[in-house]
């Protein structure tokens, strides 16, 4: 038997968020906040109440039974009819007082106390007390013997006592009911306050989503939400970097695409009018000259499309966990440059370096390095290219030095940038972005690069690489 597959959901029709989503953070805070010392309160008056009401029914117990004790010890008086009564018949107030016989015979004060068989058992001396509440009269009732079969029974009302404890209860659930909406007030001033940072957080994201307005929060404060702040600003200012480059990127490289493509565009634009039948016809040569020119171009064009690729592809962070040889590395791209330049002699001294990084890029960066010193070097030069660590300071550097003539000192803190291009470069091939690889390279493997006056009055680059000391011991 085939289990139909459960149907998948419906994504242009989401389920309706629950009653709990529905609610805001700020009501579940001030909600929590209320019921915790709902609970608490509750708690404490329900104690406070049952201690209170226990204190006051035990202290009425004990002063009713002391008083019924001190009447039948006490004094006797004679009435009018001859008969001996306790003195407390004439002096007690607030209780009610009689003495009941073995026999049932009750007498005394005609408001009498409840009586019942417990008191009657006390008469007889069945029982040495009784205590007891009345609930019919709503009072409490003791009996304590009296000389021979006899019991003094004593009452008091309990109305007093249930008033004090009504007094209370008002008192407890007044305060109470304060002190949650004191609670529930001092919630939702606290989830205000505390969630006014995610606030300025959202609205922060909300507006970067709909304007793409990079611009930080403010942050007061040192607390996590403040931490949090902090993170989200650096994160809109390496987007916002993010963005700067791309756009510069772009603009740059429209401009740089523009002069070639305009050169293809009208050469191209030559070579079709010439092939009309009714159009001056070209001379051979003109027509080589054209092609070579549309030659050079379409390299020049090729050239600069893997530098913008090379270039975005190392604005992508990427993670450098490799071990590389420098000399294999910079070998290669001596193997390389030598095959572009073979007229250029390259004098090197390598020591041995191995580092953590991408060989690849490494590679790509040491060739650019080559390439630049082989173009400004002339026919027949020399280009010393040096691999030696710095004593001291866990790296090492590598010099390229040509021997062509040299780079303005007013121009070497930008040779390093994007399509950045001397007066004197301008009119040699290129696209100006080669040396900028070199700088991304370096950087991105905790490193940096220097322009200087070699000391064959050429240019000198030099860039500087960490590495692993243990592994260079090792070497």
Same mark, same amino acid.
């Given at each position: ?413 930008? #040779?390093? =940038? /994007?399509?950045?291009? *001397?007066?004197? @470069?301008?009119?040699? +091939?290129?696209? %100006?972005?080669? !040396?900028?690889?070199?700088?991304? #390279?370096? =950087? /991105?493997?905790?490193? *940096?690069?220097? @322009?200087?006056?070699? +000391?064959?009055? %050429?240019?000198? !680059? ?14």
């Amino acid at each position: 038997m085939t289990v139909p597959a459960p149907p998948p959901p419906d994504v242009d029709n989401p389920p309706p968020p629950s009653r709990l989503q529905r609610v805001s953070l700020r009501n579940r805070v001030t909600w929590l906040a209320a019921m915790c010392v709902a609970g608490a309160v509750a708690l404490v008056s329900v104690g406070a109440f049952v201690t209170v009401r226990d204190s006051l029914y035990q202290q009425l117990d004990d002063n009713l039974t002391e008083r019924a004790v001190e009447a039948a010890e006490g004094p006797l008086v004679r009435t009018s009819d001859l008969q001996q009564v306790p003195v407390a018949f004439f002096v007690a107030t607030n209780f009610k007082i009689n003495v009941l016989s073995a026999d049932g015979t009750v007498f005394g004060p005609e408001q009498r106390p409840p009586m019942s068989v417990l008191e009657l058992s006390v008469a007889k001396g069945q029982a040495q007390r009784s205590l007891r509440t009345d609930k019919p009269s709503n009072s409490r009732v003791v009996a304590v013997p009296t000389g021979r079969n006899a019991a003094l029974v004593m009452s008091t009302s309990l109305q007093p006592t249930q008033q004090t404890l009504a007094q209370l209860s008002v008192v407890l659930v007044v305060m109470g009911g304060a002190g949650i909406l004191l609670a529930a007030a001092a919630g939702t001033a606290v989830a205000r306050a505390g969630l006014r940072p995610v606030q300025r957080l959202t609205a922060a994201a909300e507006r970067v989503a709909l304007t793409g307005d990079l611009r930080p929060i403010p942050v007061s404060g040192d607390d996590e939400l403040a931490r949090l702040t902090a993170s989200f600003n650096g994160m809109l200012t390496a987007l916002a970097e993010s963005q700067e480059r791309q756009r510069r990127l772009v603009a740059d490289a429209g401009h740089e695409l523009r002069t070639p493509l305009t050169s293809l565009r009208t050469n191209l634009e030559l070579l079709l009018a010439a092939a009309r039948p009714d159009a001056p016809t070209l001379s051979e040569q003109d027509r080589q000259e054209m092609f070579s020119d549309v030659q050079a171009q379409v390299e020049e064009l090729s050239a600069l499309v893997g530098d913008l690729v090379e270039l975005a592809r190392e604005d992508t962070p990427q993670a450098v966990h490799e071990s590389v040889d420098l000399v294999e590395v910079v070998e290669r791209a001596l193997g390389r440059a030598q095959r572009r330049a073979p007229r250029t002699e390259f004098d090197v001294r390598l020591s041995p370096w191995v580092m953590m990084g991408d060989a690849t890029a490494l590679e790509r960066a040491v060739l650019n390095l080559l390439d630049n010193a082989a173009k400004w070097s002339p026919e027949g030069g020399r280009v010393r290219v040096e691999l030696h660590p710095e004593e001291g300071t866990g790296t090492s550097v590598l010099e390229v030095a040509d021997s062509g003539p040299g780079i303005a000192e007013a121009d070497r803190p930008f #040779v390093f =940038e /994007r399509f950045y291009r *001397s007066s004197v @470069a301008r009119t040699l +091939p290129g696209s %100006g972005l080669g !040396l900028s690889i070199v700088k991304q #390279v370096a =950087e /991105r493997h905790g490193g *940096s690069v220097l @322009a200087a006056q070699a +000391p064959e009055g %050429g240019a000198l !680059l030099r860039m500087t690489l960490p590495g692993n000391s243990q592994q260079n011991e090792q070497q």
